[in-house]
């Protein structure tokens, strides 16, 4: 190997070894100067917070028509400058189905989630995650007020399938740190 | 006739030993400062504080010392991200260990102090440099690395 070649590996070991900077101490003297650096990583972080109950109790002429009741809630996120985050909506029924029962029959409903206010929601698939939504809050306490909101809609078709009763379900609603 | 320019070197000269030893030589240094750096966990905890404990050396007999603290990149007390352009604000302390932490979210003269009652070497004194940032700021910030970096100037008061 020529002297060129070994002064060029040297010299491309040295910038690869170089650290960024590090922790100096100062001299001694009438003045006397040291350095820290600070390293600080945030990790991707949501937070769901003010999700209530939804509760429905339709007047036998409104199963003519959809049922929908909406819930307002806050999600936090610190990903990307518009703050995204996806949802992943589960419901208690069979394989995650969105479905309400009194025990042995079931109902099923739909769900919406909107980020942001004004527009329509986004329907969510059982058990999938979504796209992005955007528009989070930038702290936990969502002094703000809230950031978004999901509907739950039962179709005439499946209210009116269903016996008179009370019928009885779980959303579950996972948010995570979008892209 | 002596030349001026002669007699102002010999006046000089002359008079640099008498200004020498007016007065005593007060030399300080700060050692053992180390770098900053924390990961917290996804669950952000209130105000995240990191401090770095450093000594003070001080000519013997001497009681007090000034401190100034700057940003290292001239941006004030912030670190800046990675990507984006949003910098993280943060404060800092400087804590002789007697109680008193003087805290600054500007960079500038922290104020003059006494040395604490630690020794930690020879003629040196403990002190500690604090970076806080507050839990609203770390809410606000966005997901990524973040770097910075503190310069400390210690000097006789």
Redesign the interface.
């Known amino acids: 190997m020529t002297s060129l070649h070994y002064s060029l590996l040297a010299t491309v070991f040295l910038f690869a070894a170089a650290p ?26 949501v937070k769901l917070t003010g999700v209530g109950d939804i509760t429905l109790a339709p007047n036998a002429d409104a199963l003519a028509a959809n049922v929908t009741m909406f819930d307002d809630v806050c999600v ?1 996120s ?4 518009a ?1 995204n985050f996806t949802v992943t909506a589960s419901g208690d029924g069979a394989a995650n189905a969105f479905t309400v029962t009194d025990g042995t029959t079931p109902i099923a409903y739909t769900v919406t989630f909107k980020a942001g206010t004004g527009g329509t929601g986004t329907a969510l698939t059982a058990g999938t995650v979504s796209g992005n939504f955007a528009n989070g809050a ?3 306490d969502c002094t703000g007020g809230a950031t978004s909101s999901f509907d739950v809609t039962f179709s005439p078709d499946a209210m009116q399938a269903g016996f008179a009763g009370d019928y009885t379900g779980t959303l579950t609603l996972l948010v995570s ?1 979008g892209v | 006739m002596m030349p001026r320019r002669t007699k102002s070197v010999l006046w000089a000269l002359l008079m640099a030993p008498l200004l020498s030893t007016g007065s005593a ?20 905890p209130g105000q ?1 504080t ?1 401090r ?1 404990e ?1 000594c003070v ?1 001080v000519t013997p007999g001497q009681t007090s010392y000034r401190a100034r603290i700057d940003g ?1 990149d001239g941006q004030g007390f912030t ?1 800046a991200p990675d990507s ?1 352009s ?1 910098r ?1 604000p ?1 404060r800092v302390a400087w804590d002789t260990g007697s109680g008193t932490a003087e805290e600054r979210s500007d960079p500038g003269d922290m104020g003059v102090f006494a040395v604490s009652s630690h020794g930690c070497a020879t003629d040196a004194w403990l002190a500690a ?1 604090e ?1 806080r ?1 507050t839990r ?1 700021d ?19 008061p």
Do not use: C, K, W
Request: without cysteine.
């Open positions: 960024a900077m590090a922790a100096t101490d100062g001299t001694l003297g009438d003045t006397s100067e040291g350095s820290s650096d600070i390293d600080l990583t945030l990790p991707p972080t936090y610190n990903v990307t400058a703050r930038n702290n936990y740190p | 030589r007060a030399d300080v240094q700060i050692i053992n400062l180390s770098d900053l750096a924390t990961a917290p966990s996804a669950n952000l995240i990191l770095d450093v050396r290292r670190l984006g949003e993280l943060f440099v970076v940032i609203d770390l809410q606000a910030g966005l997901a990524g690395p973040y770097h910075g970096g503190l310069v400390i100037e210690i000097s006789a």
